[in-house]
């Protein structure tokens, strides 16, 4: 991290310094129990529970300075070394754009550059951040989001782990609205900006899908006329973004060559559904083949967008194939693979859901399971507004015409994707609704057999992907209790 004296932070927040502390801050939390001798603690509002109200508790496990929206005082009525400004999400914001400037300074007088690269989306965005990352590590040091911190907390976060040394920044960047992005975006000054695709999550909250299309564009509507915008021309709102950006253009395309000068050609899946393709980038006319170990189709979007940007970057094609064929997925609950003794082979891709990946990893879910009995284990996808029970409807017409064997619907939020698979013509126990997690857990833990294939998707607020991680431990030894398994939710 950056070093700022308590001063500067007033300074550059806006803030009134209550207390000075005489250490500098050399890390920054917003969970008091992440605090460590010499944090700086944000204390922010939340929606269950005040940041304030654990001031004391980060100073008792070695905070020095607290940001915050109030006074806090200890037991002996004497404040806390804080800096007290209006809103301590924006303050942090604030300290973020800062770092980011301190560092590129701090490089260029080096005659080193930093570049940040910002990677947004509907669906991908943490795959792409974390293959971009693996890519860029190897070719200097590389900051990147863990999991997927990529809101107004997530990304200050995220710049707080750079310092000087810091070659590459990649930030994810999320949006539940329009300004959401472009608030980042002025925050980090990305030099390359990545859109993968425009899709219908969060479309309730957005308003629509093309206002969901105008905040994804503005990342690249913030880059500079000397960066690169890697766009997905394989969505048609995506390519359009193309007349939104003074950036150079560089497109990507798994499905055609067109103007794309990223492009993925012989494209196939592999035995156990990891995308393989010939991958062409500009310069590279002979291409350098690219066997992922991520499972589906649907990476190759990734894939591509990832290889996009690590080209804007400086880094050698060659190098680029080699790394993508090397990386296997690096944050959890995303098509994570997991092959049980007894033969039953569990996919956990619920750490979120919307129409395009849900229909994606029931492709997928088809693909692999050829010749082998196939579950899907469906909860809801959150946050689609007035095309929710639209949308559930058409997972559910889908799961059935994929020929998958069994489908468990898990919560009435999903009921409608139960309702339109009956419609459709799956009946018996081919269809089952499960009210609960812990109903569809005891169905499962009693009619799984060796050889059995099952997906486990949905929204991250619905908790599927514990239940995912449930099933695959070993089936209960005698004696163990389904009450006892239930501890690891």
């Not at 990529?150 to 960047?173: C, Q, S, W």
């Not at 489908?407 to 018996?428: D, T």
């Not at 992907?465 to 163990?480: K, S, V």
Request: proline share 4%; glycine share 12%; with cysteine.
């Amino acid at each position: 991290m950056i070093a700022f004296t308590a001063a500067e932070i007033a300074d550059i927040t806006n803030g009134r310094l209550a207390a000075e502390p005489g250490i500098i801050p050399g890390s920054v939390v917003t969970d008091s129990r992440e605090a460590t001798p010499g944090s700086l603690y944000v204390a922010k509002p939340g929606e269950t529970a005040d940041g304030h109200d654990f001031v004391a508790a980060a100073f008792d496990r070695g905070a020095v300075l607290a940001l915050v929206e109030h006074d806090v005082a200890d037991a002996a009525g004497h404040n806390y070394p804080a800096v007290v400004v209006q809103d301590s999400v924006l303050a942090m914001g604030a300290l973020a754009a800062e770092t980011v400037r301190r560092i590129r300074a701090a490089r260029e007088a080096d005659g080193q550059p930093l570049t940040v690269i910002g990677i947004t989306g509907s669906a991908g965005k943490t795959t792409t951040k974390d293959l971009l990352a693996g890519i860029l590590a190897a070719e200097g040091p590389t900051v990147a989001p863990q999991g997927s911190y990529n809101g107004e907390v997530g990304v200050p976060l995220t710049v707080f782990k750079a310092d000087a040394h810091t070659r590459y920044l990649v930030i994810e960047m999320g949006a539940t609205g329009v300004g959401h992005i472009s608030y980042l975006a002025d925050m980090v000054r990305p030099d390359i900006g990545v859109v993968l695709c425009v899709g219908t999550a969060h479309a309730g909250e957005f308003g629509g899908v093309e206002n969901i299309a105008l905040a994804k564009g503005e990342l690249v509507e913030a880059l500079p006329a000397t960066g690169t915008a890697v766009l997905n021309l394989d969505d048609a709102r995506v390519a359009a973004m193309a007349g939104r950006t003074r950036a150079t253009v560089l497109g990507c395309t798994a499905q055609s060559a067109g103007d794309a000068q990223v492009r993925a050609g012989q494209v196939g899946l592999t035995p156990g559904g990891s995308p393989e393709f010939d991958l062409f980038l500009p310069g590279d006319p002979n291409g350098h083949h690219v066997s992922a170990k991520l499972i589906g189709a649907h990476h190759i979007t990734n894939l591509l967008a990832a290889a996009g940007a690590a080209h804007a970057a400086g880094v050698p094609a060659g190098r680029i194939a080699e790394s993508l064929s090397a990386q296997a997925a690096a944050s959890r609950w995303r098509m994570e693979r997991t092959e049980r003794a007894d033969g039953v082979t569990i996919i956990n891709d619920a750490y979120n859901a919307n129409p395009e990946s849900m229909r994606a990893a029931l492709r997928t879910l088809a693909d692999l399971g050829r010749g082998r009995r196939t579950w899907a284990v469906l909860g809801a996808m959150l946050e689609l507004g007035e095309d929710s029970i639209r949308e559930h409807m058409a997972v559910g017409t889908q799961v059935v015409r994929l020929n998958i064997s069994r489908l468990v619907v898990v919560g009435r939020e999903a009921r409608s994707l139960y309702v339109s698979a009956v419609n459709e013509g799956s009946w018996g126990n081919e269809c089952v609704f499960a009210e609960t997690v812990e109903d569809a857990y005891d169905l499962l833990q009693a009619e799984l057999q060796p050889g059995d294939l099952v997906l486990f998707k949905s929204s991250n607020g619905i908790g599927l992907r514990h239940l995912g991680d449930r099933i695959a431990l070993p089936p209960q030894a005698p004696g163990r209790t389904a009450t006892e398994g239930s501890a690891l939710l």
